[in-house]
């Protein structure tokens, strides 16, 4: 079992940033459904890019996830994934008052049988391909999150959302599942019985809800701009950004992996985490940092 984890866990490549930022030139973001802003992290020496944003804007579809959007998306994530100075990555909307409303029923209605289950695969294997990008990943939910909006923010590490945001997995509304990882991260996540109440019933449910149950880890009061869970997000970004970047990816690797094993197989992979952790500089710097008394300047090295 632990064999194929071995080559997983090889995550001490040396950082190597990508030659350009983000999907597009400023002129031609502006007409793609989904757009990359890197932020810039609280010492610029340290952290040129730190927190990176994929801003979902498909304001006439309500960031429905269509054919150009799926695409799109998975082009930024196979761009991002090997760009080392990513230590966060966060994901938010630029249409207000909705985060993502779920799959594009108008676009799938075009489809054929055979075409549906070809584009359910690769919505899919896009959830997946969050789910292990390796830097820890955020959502911002300032609006509705609804069927594989919900699926989407689920394959997040963390969630964050305004408390008059609205969610559910409501595929059964519509004489559909879950079909993009729903099923198998709402349980995760909240447990067996009550992922089975949302998922049959098809609830919504408030951001403020949602915090109570667990499927969020913040909720706040929205602001008149409608970006309070971004703002909050951002907050939660940059608590995470000045910390040992190998140690947050590895502790990401330990926590994903071992959720899926026995706890005998999950501590053999937090042991082959930890080893891999033994070699770098951040280790050395955070030991020096504590003995001098001094804050810890981690280089991801």
């Given at each position: ?52 944003e994929i801003l979902m804007n498909r304001p006439r579809a309500r960031n429905a996830l269509g ?235």
């Amino acid at each position: 079992m632990l064999r194929p984890l071995t080559s997983a866990l090889r995550l001490l490549r040396p950082w190597k940033p990508l030659q350009t930022r983000g999907c597009a030139s400023d002129g031609a973001a502006r007409g793609r459904e989904i757009q990359v802003r890197a932020l810039e992290g609280p010492d610029q020496a340290l952290s040129p890019a730190g927190i990176t944003e994929i801003l979902m804007n498909r304001p006439r579809a309500r960031n429905a996830l269509g054919n150009v959007f799926v695409r799109e998306l998975l082009e930024a994530l196979a761009q991002l994934r090997e760009d080392r100075q990513v230590r966060v990555l966060l994901f938010r909307s630029a249409v207000k008052g909705v985060f993502c409303a779920g799959a594009d029923l108008k676009e799938r209605e075009q489809m054929s049988e055979a075409e549906v289950e070809v584009f359910v695969q690769r919505l899919r294997g896009m959830m997946t391909e969050i789910a292990a990008f390796p830097a820890p990943t955020i959502a911002a939910l300032d609006g509705f999150a609804l069927g594989g909006g919900l699926e989407l923010a689920l394959a997040c590490d963390l969630r964050v959302a305004a408390s008059t945001a609205v969610m559910g997995l409501i595929e059964t509304t519509r004489g559909l599942l879950p079909g993009a990882g729903g099923t198998q991260r709402l349980p995760r996540c909240l447990g067996v019985a009550l992922a089975k109440e949302l998922i049959f019933t098809g609830r919504r449910l408030s951001g403020t809800q949602a915090q109570v149950l667990g499927l969020v880890n913040h909720a706040v009061v929205q602001n008149e701009e409608g970006n309070a869970a971004y703002h909050r997000a951002r907050a939660l970004a940059q608590e995470i950004l000045p910390q040992a970047p190998i140690a947050v990816r590895l502790s990401k690797v330990a926590i994903d992996r071992g959720m899926e094993v026995d706890i005998a197989s999950g501590m053999a992979i937090e042991g082959i985490c930890y080893a891999q952790n033994i070699p770098t500089q951040d280790r050395l710097e955070g030991m020096a940092a504590f003995r001098e008394k001094r804050p810890p300047k981690f280089v991801g090295k």
